[in-house]
């Protein structure tokens, strides 16, 4: 994720976005931070995400990657 200020790494927060009509609403770490040119970019894990959560994120992850092509 992108943030103005670091957070702490091994912070546990609670992450939530939309990814297409999917929203995500789980626990997740702060792993460690990079600065970027706008700020700075902070990598997470989730903490035991569950299987069907994890199915679903995949999904959509996928669907971005590579949409269905339109015949």
């Known amino acids: ?3 103005e200020k670091p957070l702490d790494e091994k912070l ?5 976005f939309h ?11 702060m792993m460690f931070p990079m600065w970027a040119t706008q ?6 894990r989730f903490i035991d995400l569950p299987e ?6 995949e999904t959509s992850l996928r ?3 590579s949409p269905p ?3």
Do not use: H, S
């Open 1 to 3: 994720m992108n943030v």
């Open 12 to 16: 546990r927060v609670e992450v939530i």
């Open 19 to 29: 990814l297409g009509k999917t929203t995500i609403r789980e626990k997740a770490e």
């Open 39 to 44: 700020g700075w970019l902070q990598p997470f």
């Open 52 to 57: 069907a959560n994890k199915e679903v994120l």
């Open 63 to 65: 669907a971005l990657i």
């Open 69 to 71: 092509q339109e015949t």
